[in-house]
């Protein structure tokens, strides 16, 4: 199915680092979410972004909707170990695509104490 | 809440048998989402219901898939014959529709593998 392009593929970061990542797509998105997968797990939301040039933070996690709705950005400040997971990115075009969400490749983020 | 279930955790099986995975969604929760993801894929949507109704298939890879939801608070989703290119960790998704109908929660997955 149709991916969002995102990156980076994998960081490997000393404990305290602040982590960026992002997403693209060559379409426009009405919604973009942030979700958070452990080993073993389902994808966990962290944040959800409804407007163009929103930036939405939950704790140490800042997240931005692009301008131009094709991208999205989710930044992690002083990361601590439990950070590590895969992070995927996702765009929902609303109306009555209920649930029906586009989701990145994911980024493996690995946290050195 | 205890969340979204899925069961087994874990299925190993060989090729040309029958699977069964199992989903209960949170409670009060009129979609349903059934997801497969692996390595080269991702993670792809299979089918979506609502109200127990499925609404779109358009993801189920082939006719040897095939997914049900009897009631609200329960949906299979059945592989038969299983191949080895089924492989992969499956998961079910549920949302109260509405206006967050984007926010999906996860269950932990079934880790499917055919030999």
């Known amino acids: 199915g149709q991916q969002l392009n995102q990156s980076p593929q994998s960081m490997f970061i000393q404990e305290g680092e602040d982590v960026s990542m992002n997403c693209t797509s060559s379409?426009?998105?009405?919604?973009w979410l942030w979700y958070k997968q452990d080993p073993g797990e389902g994808p966990v939301l962290l944040i959800a972004?409804?407007?163009?040039?929103e930036l939405t933070s939950n704790g140490r996690l800042t997240a931005q909707f692009g301008i131009t709705r094709k991208d999205s950005f989710l930044n992690i400040s002083a990361s601590i170990p439990s950070d590590v997971g895969i992070y995927f990115c996702?765009?929902?075009?609303?109306?009555?695509?209920?649930?029906?969400?586009?989701f990145g490749q994911g980024t493996i983020l690995t946290v050195h104490p | 809440d205890a969340g979204v279930i899925q069961s087994p955790r874990h299925e190993v099986t060989e090729m040309g048998q029958e699977v069964t995975l199992r989903c209960k969604p949170i409670?009060?929760?009129?979609?349903l989402f059934w997801y497969r993801q692996t390595m080269m894929r991702g993670l792809e949507l299979l089918i979506y219901?609502?109200?127990?109704?499925?609404?779109?298939d358009s993801g189920m890879p082939e006719d040897r898939f095939s997914a049900k939801m009897p009631n609200a608070s329960f949906s299979t989703l059945k592989i038969q014959p299983s191949e080895p290119r089924d492989s992969a960790v499956y998961f079910c998704a549920s949302t109260l529709g509405g206006a967050t109908n984007e926010k999906l929660f996860f269950g932990s997955g079934t880790q499917l593998s055919v030999l």
């Open positions: 972004l409804y407007k163009a040039g």
């Open positions: 219901f609502n109200n127990n109704v499925p609404i779109d």
């Open positions: 996702a765009g929902h075009r609303g109306g009555t695509s209920y649930g029906k969400l586009t």
């Open positions: 409670s009060g929760h009129d979609y």
């Open positions: 379409s426009i998105f009405n919604t």
